[in-house]
Every structure is written in C-alpha cells, then in structure tokens.
C-alpha cells in the first residue's frame, strides 16, 4: 500500500539540490480505465551541483512495476517498493526507460491520474506525478517532454497534452494516438493529459507581437453553451497581461478544459489549463452574477500563472506563495481593472473590500488558530495542507505592498527585472524580493519579515493635537501576532509597515499633508507612511482644527488597526471619506461593535436594543443616490456570522446569530420604506448582463429583498419573491428568490419554499453546478424552534443526486452546513459536531485532500464557549483515532496539541 499515512514533518532548512537532473522525458500512455501502462524513458545526468549520491530514489505511489531499461539494456539493480524505486549502479549520465501500470478508474483521490464523467484527467500539483510515473518529484526538477497517448478512438476521440501537437492517427484494433510536445522546460507538477469525449468552443486571436494563437474551451457536448464566458474572461486576460506587464502568450495553442470531478479551482498546467467546471461553465440561466465574476477571476489566475509559476517556477513547495501570493495578487488587479480601469476608484474599491473581507473573515482567523503559518512556511507534514489562505491571500497582500511602496512602476520595474534575472528558473521568494528591491534601489532586508513571521500584526494608533503649533501627530505602535509553534524560535521584530492615512476636516474634506521637516504638502492627500519601528511618531504641520484620521486606507497592508472611534467619528467616516475603502471600513467598524455589544448580552440573556445612531447612519448610506448600487450593498451587508463569533473573548454562535438577526429585523422595521424603493430602483429589466453595474444592482435588490423578509408581516417579501422567482430570466434572480422563500419557511415554520425548491430541483436535474445550489440553500438555512438544520442535511444525504465521491457535491451540502450555517453547525447538543466526525472520516477513505479541507472547520475549537469546546474536542480526538491520511491526520493532530 502506499505511504500516506507516514507523518514526517519536512523542513525549510534542509533545502538540498536534487542529486540528478532530468533532461527530457518521454511519456507513452496506453488509456484504459482500469489498467494504464505508462512507459517513461528519463534522459538524466548527476547535477553537478548536489553532492554525490550512491542511489537514485525515484518516488512512486499505487504504481505497479512491470519492467525497467538502462541505456536500452534489461536493467535489475533496483528494488521496488511502497514509496517508489531505489536504484544503484548508476553512470553518470544515462537513459532510465521505466514500465509501471495505474488504476485511474479506481482512483477517488483525483490526484495522478483518474476517470471522470467517462474521461482521463491528470492533477500533478503538489506531488501528483509520481502516482503516474516513477520520478523526482519537485518542482526544481525541469524537463522538456515529449507525450504520446494511446486510446480506443470512439470511446476517447480527444487526446490532450501539454505544448504543440506534432501528429496524431489511427492504430490496429479501433484505437489511435497523439504526440504532443512542449517546448518549454517544466517541472513535472505541471504536466497534464486529457482523454476522452469533449468538445471545444475555439478562437484563434493575434498576440501584442503579431503571431496567431489557438485558444480553446473543451467541455463535455451539454455544456458547450455555457463556455462563452470562459472564452472572453481567457482574451481578457491575455490582454491584460501584454499591457499591463508586457507579458505574451508563449505558446501556439492554449486550452481551459473543465471536469466535474476537481479538488480545488483549477490548475495551470503548461498550455492545458484544468478547471473545476464550477470556475469555467457560466451562463445567465445556470450561473449568478458571482459565478460570472468567478469564472472571470480564476481564468484570469491560471492564465496569468503561465508566468508566474510556469516559466518562473517554485525551487521547492515551501516557496508556494512567489506563485500563488503574487498570482493572486494579479487576478485581483486584472478583476479590478476589468470592473473599473485604473482610475474608477468606485469600482475598483468594490473588488478590493471582497478581497479583504475575505482575507479577514479567513486568513486572520487562520493566523489565529493551530495551522498559523507564515507566508513562507518552515516546515509541513503533508504540503496539500499548505495551499491555505495564508500563503494564497496574505501572500497576495504581501505583493501589493511591494506595489504600494514603490508605485505601479516602480512595481513593474521589479518584475521586468525578476522575469529577466529567472526566466526558466526554479527560484525563492527572496529571489522576488531581491529583484523588486534592486529595481527599485531599495533595501529590503526588513521586508523579508513578512515571509517568515505568522500571526496577524496589530497597529494601534494615538494621535495629538496641538492648537498652538497647528501640528497634528499620529503615533503608530506595531504589535506581532502571536508566536505560533512554526516559527523559528527567534523573536518577532517590527516589520516594514506601508500605512497609508488621510487626514480630513470638519467638513469632510481631504487636508494637504506636510510631515514636519518638509518643505511642501504632497500632491497626494493619501500618504504612505512607512512604519519600520515598533513605534514611531509622525508630525503634520499647518493643521488648522483637530482632524479625523482616516487609517490604513485601501488597507495598504494585512494587519489590525486599533484606533478609539466615537460612534460619531465613524459615522462621518463613512458619510464623508473620499477613500472608498474607508467608508466602507467605518460602517464595518460601526457594525461590528453594536453587533458585539449586543452578541455580549444576547449571551447573558439581556434584552437587546438597538442604538439609533447606528441605524440612522445605515439610512444614510441606503438613501445616498451618489453611491453606487455595488457599494451600498458591500457597506450594507453585516459582518459575517463567523468573523463576528471569532471577535469575542468567547465565539458564542447561538448568541451572534440572535444578535445579527435582531440588528436585522430593527433595520428591517426602520426602513421598510427605504428597502422597498431600493427593491424598486434595482430591477434590472430585459436581458441579462454580468456587468458590475448590473450585477450591483441586483445584489442590492436582494439586499433589500432579504430585509424585507424580516418583517412580520412577510405577506409583501412572500408576493416579491415569488413572481421573481416566476419570472427570473437568470440565476441570479432566481437563486436569491429561493433563499428568500426558504428563509420565510424557515422563520414561520411553513412551507413557502416547497414548491420553488421542487421546481428548481426538476429545472435543472441535469445541470450539476446548479444542483450544487440546490443542495446549498438547503443546508446554509437559519434553524427554527421546528426546524433543526442538520435534519434536513441528514436526508438530504439519501438523496439519489448526493454524492460523497464528487468534491462539489460534498462541498455543496456538508461543507456548507459545517462551514457556512455555524449557528445550526455548532448546535449546543454536539448533533453537528457528530456529523462532521462521521463524514470526515468517510471522505478520508476516498479523498484525503478533500477530507482534510473539511477537518480544518473545527480547528478554531479552543476559542468556543466551555459547553461547545468539550463536544469539539470529542469529535477531534474520534477522527484522530480514526483517520488514515497524513492529510486529515496533520490537521486534527494540529488541533489536539
Ligand atoms: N495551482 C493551483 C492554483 O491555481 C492549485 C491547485 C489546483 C492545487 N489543484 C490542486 C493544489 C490540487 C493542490 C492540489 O491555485
Ligand atoms: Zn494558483
């Protein structure tokens, strides 16, 4: 059997080269679901730079060995075993022709290669390769390779791989075959085939430098009506990417292909994209304005990956975030230059407070529980659980940094500088950051901090100021996270903070800033102050009246802020701020504190009130006409359910839930009139468009919709949601209908919803991704004194269209109850902490990648209230008892300790 469940921790420092190099590879494939012989001849030589190795251990996994060849010669100094190969004898420079067969129909892990839907996929990233082929499973490992594949031709008429197609043809006995080869060197993680019955949406198109590119979408036949998108969302990105960086396509073809049966998002593979058909099939009848936004984002992220990870690659996993962190950071750009330019401060800050809100709700709540890490880990057990939001979203924050400390010249010059130095090289994150500090002449040792120390950092300001000299001071103290048990055991230093702050007057105005020592006010009224101490003072001279500090706008850097806000101060933020971000950020501060106050006697069993300052300030932001619909709706929306449990001393679920939906009914009484009208304006009549403006429009709506549904006489939001469910032409309409009738059957106890949810189910029974929603709105609904969640999500488990096997469909129904419906998840009777044990444990049996996802969702347990923390710490040490991969057995181990 193989070796999954070996638990060696792998450590940073001992970084060593590989001992040989593997020049080219040459894979033959002959397809068939139950056995596939894969034949790979390796060209290697010892790597010059790695000590002497007496023997070559190739890794392998689920592989058996039929036969090996040394220079064309029967080769038998090797002994196979369950981790792979070790071979001996070996010259200096050699050909390695290795026979081994696979059982991709039979393999649940979707990582190597498996069947889904009828078809071959490969998923190599991390360490997937080796469960195909014998090999030296690392990213510094580069190679140019040469790929045939052989299959029966009606059963799998497409055959796919990485690069250029050199030839294709027919073979005796109805099969035939493909050669396919890529002319750029690569580790083997990014190697990819497809086989199988698919279609294509096709485009050819001329890049910045004239030459033309295939580009295409393969799909099965029943979806090619939702690949549009996809296509649009690929030429965007292409564009983007030759503009903004001066990046081109390096390849003659490239092709997205989509399957249902996918780990994560998607994958860059060399010139074969893989994607979840979640991040691909998009349109107006199946998917909502997020899923369009999705698609546009994750298409834009693999593409842009074809630099940034595939021509500069990774020297080891420990360096995930120089490609993921900065990946990201670039979908995140190209998405906000797609809504807004460069210069629609509106639009873009839409796209930046969804980034940050999601950084904050997860990476920070990552940063403060048993997985803390940081950006750069030191050291994992199973690197699957290091594709995280730290190394994913801080990592991105980590760049933007760079970005706001230099401009987006200076950043340019950086990565001009990075691809010149790298270009086909296997590299560090200090490797980026050198080439953005020599760039741009800065030294940047400081900097570094941010790669190697984990915890969320917290700034506190104070400010003076002094009527008689007109000066104004802030004084910034940085404080570390906490130290978690992966750092190295040196002390956490200041690190370099980019702060950006203005300074506003009585009237809401922007004040010029002069800092003392200066001849002049800055142009900007924005000024990135550099923190690099742990406590520093700056003075702005020729300040008139005290002003009001607008900090850390754009949240230029991933950290706290602690700052003593009136009410009032924060209400005039959010009316006045010219920073979008801010406002948003004053109305979020603003809620989060009535929110927890309230949560704080929700808890005690004290009776609740509402302060009215508070909701006058909301009806401020839902009746100004000058913001748009995106923005009022982002500013509107309450802090999450989670992140509020999270800000306690103890996460009381039950009692945020009574406290959030209290807020809720108040606003939804206080301004029923408003919500209507913002219901009204909102329509969105005739055909569909996934433009932001539209689709901001309808997330407000729903917004309104959602309030509405709050008050007690429900008779109105029942009538509203109905004929929109009736006459939605797009999901979106239809979606946010549904929930709306779900929540009032929740509320009353009734069955408003039965007949939608039948309706929709009967709809769509033969579109997955929308079945997907189906099972979603069901389990992420509130609970009632009738209705216990985890019910509904126990029968909805005997479903005939539920299937563990299919990560969506698993995402769908039990991650959503265990990650997304906490007040019913965390049930004072354990009832959903007993769940979660059971399907952690069966999900382990046939997926551990997913599995382990799923166990992260109790991890946080310390932090519970005493009667909550017992039952989650019972259902962590079952799973520990139980659990078979190093993957579920990492994290709950993590917890326990
Ligand atoms: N590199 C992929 C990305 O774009 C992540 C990924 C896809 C992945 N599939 C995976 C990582 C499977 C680990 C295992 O972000
Ligand atoms: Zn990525």
Known sequence: MADSTSSTVIHRADYAPPPFLIDTVTLEFDLAPACTTVTSTLRMRRNPDAARAGQLELAGEQLEFVSAALDGAPYTALRAHEHGLTLEHLPDAFELTLVGRCNPGQNTTLSGLYVSGGNFFTQCEAEGFHRITWFLDRPDVMSAYHVTLRADKAAYPVLLSNGNLLETGDLPDGRHFARW?????????????????????EERIRSRSGQTKLLQVWVEPQDLDKTRHAMDSLIHAIRWDETRFGLELDLERFMIVA????????????????????????????????????????????YFHNWTGNRVTCRDWFQLSLKEGLTVFRDQEFSADMAGGEHNAAARATKRIEDVRVLRQAQFAEDAGPMAHPVRPESYTEINNFYTMTVYEKGAEVVRMYQTLFGREGFRRGMDLYFQRHDGQAVTCDDFRHALADANQRDLTQFERWYSQAGTPRVTVDTHYDAATYRYSVSLRQQPGPQTPDAAARPLEPLLIPFALGLIDARGADLPLRLAGEAHAAASTTR????????????????????????????????????????????????????????????????????????????RGAPLQLDDAFSAAFARVLNDATLTPAFRELALMLPSEAYLAEQMAESNPAAVHQARQFVRQRLAHELRNEWRVAYEHNRTPGPYAATPEAAGQRALKHLALSYLAELDDTADAERLARAQYAEANNMTDRAAALVTL????????????????????????????????????????????????????????????????????????????????????????????????????????????????????????????????????????????????????????????
């Open 259 to 302: 399957v249902s049966d996918f780990n994560m998002g998607a994958m860059e593979n060399k010139g074969l994209n893989i994607f979840n058909t979640k991040y691909v099939l998009a349109n107006p009848e199946t998917a909502t304005d997020t899923d369009f936004a999705h698609v546009e984002a994750v298409v834009g992220h693999e």
């Open 181 to 201: 080869e890529d002319p750029f060197r690569k580790p083997c993680y990014l190697f990819a085939l497809v086989a199988g019955k698919l279609v294509a949406l």
């Open 528 to 603: 990135v102050l550099e923190l690099t101490e742990a406590e520093q003072t700056f003075v702005f001279e020729d300040i008139a009246a005290r002003p009001l500090p607008s900090l850390l706008r754009n949240f230029s850097a991933p950290v706290i802020v602690a700052y003593d806000y009136s009410v009032d101060e924060l209400a005039f933020l959010l009316a006045h701020d010219s920073d979008p971000f801010n406002r948003w950020e004053a109305g979020q501060r603003l809620a989060t504190r009535e929110l927890l106050a309230l949560a704080g006697q929700a808890a």
């Open 742 to 897: 779900i929540s009032l059957a929740a509320a009353s106890g009734g069955t408003q919803a039965e007949a939608a949810l039948d309706d929709f189910y009967r709809r769509f029974e033969n579109q997955p991704l929308v079945i997907d929603k189906w099972f979603a709105v069901q389990a992420t609904q509130r609970g009632s004194a009738t209705r216990n969640v985890i019910d509904v999500v126990r029968k909805l488990m005997t479903h005939p269209a539920f299937n563990l096997k299919n990560p969506n469909r698993a995402r769908s129904l039990i991650f959503s109850f265990c990650m997304a419906n906490p007040a019913q998840f965390h049930a004072a009777d354990g009832s959903g902490y007993a769940f979660w044990a059971e399907q952690v444990i069966a999900l382990d049996a046939l997926n551990p990648q997913v599995a382990a996802r799923l166990a992260r969702s109790l991890e946080l347990w310390r932090r519970f209230t005493p009667v909550l923390r017992e039952g989650m710490h019972a259902a962590l040490e079952k799973v520990a008892a139980q659990a078979k991969s190093r993957d579920v057995r990492e994290i709950v181990e993590k917890a326990l300790k």
